[in-house]
T-cell receptor, first 111, second 112 residues
Framework: GAGVSQSPSNKVTEKGKDVELRCDPISGHTALYWYRQSLGQGLEFLIYFQGNSAPDKSGLPSDRFSAERTGGSVSTLTIQRTQQEDSAVYLC?????????FGSGTRLTVV | GENVEQHPSTLSVQEGDSAVIKCTYSDSASNYFPWYKQELGKGPQLIIDIRSNVGEKKDQRIAVTLNKTAKHFSLHITETQPEDSAVYFCAASNFGNEKLTFGTGTRLTIIP
């Protein structure tokens, strides 16, 4: 497609459940990023994939968070044993030697 | 690592007036400075960017200026319109690294 696609757009889950968020980057973009944005706040870096290099996981807030990128394309962000403080919009972006293109995000609500 | 500060956090201007948002960065190796606009319920969108080999770039009502010596850059919006109301983020990176460091955002409100 022409842009970065994220699914689902909204997710409500019970505390303690696991969730998976998906990102389809722009075809050919070698870099993929996950950010978290709490209500009215800035962009919190989570993880960065660049080609075949080891991912930069320095922003992951705890070991309950993990991400993978299969075949250099689609990425999945997994949050295990969700907590209420995980409620936020999770944004994915991709790039290729330039500015990011962001998806519309997944709004996660943990109840 | 890089640290980007952004001011002001909120800004209200009358329709038709100009708006200016300022950012400073800490890493002198940074050489790429994009600006993003985020409308309610959407992801941020790139609106303009500048590389360190130029001091100013314009695109219609939007301009960005860069002062490498002082390590600051600014977004200027002229003849503001209601559709300019949004949150704006500045960012910086070393272009070869690609990973951006974002400012904390400015909520711009245009008053009709």
């Amino acid at each position: 497609g022409a842009g970065v696609s994220q699914s689902p757009s909204n997710k409500v889950t019970e505390k303690g459940k696991d969730v998976e968020l998906r990102c389809d980057p722009i075809s050919g973009h070698t870099a993929l990023y996950w950010y978290r944005q709490s209500l009215g706040q800035g962009l919190e870096f989570l993880i960065y994939f660049q080609g075949n290099s080891a991912p930069d996981k320095s922003g992951l807030p705890s070991d309950r968070f993990s991400a993978e990128r299969t075949g250099g394309s689609v990425s999945t962000l997994t949050i295990q044993r969700t907590q209420q403080e995980d409620s936020a919009v999770y944004l994915c972006a991709s790039s290729s030697l330039g500015g990011y293109t962001f998806g519309s995000g997944t709004r996660l609500t943990v109840v | 690592g890089e640290n980007v500060e952004q001011h002001p956090s909120t800004l209200s201007v009358q329709e038709g007036d100009s708006a200016v948002i300022k950012c400073t960065y800490s890493d002198s190796a940074s050489n790429y400075f994009p600006w993003y606009k985020q409308e309610l319920g959407k992801g941020p969108q790139l609106i303009i960017d500048i590389r360190s080999n130029v001091g100013e770039k314009k695109d219609q009502r939007i301009a960005v200026t860069l002062n490498k010596t002082a390590k600051h850059f600014s977004l200027h919006i002229t003849e503001t319109q209601p559709e300019d109301s949004a949150v704006y983020f500045c960012a910086a990176s070393n272009f070869g690294n690609e990973k951006l460091t974002f400012g904390t955002g400015t909520r711009l409100t245009i008053i009709p």
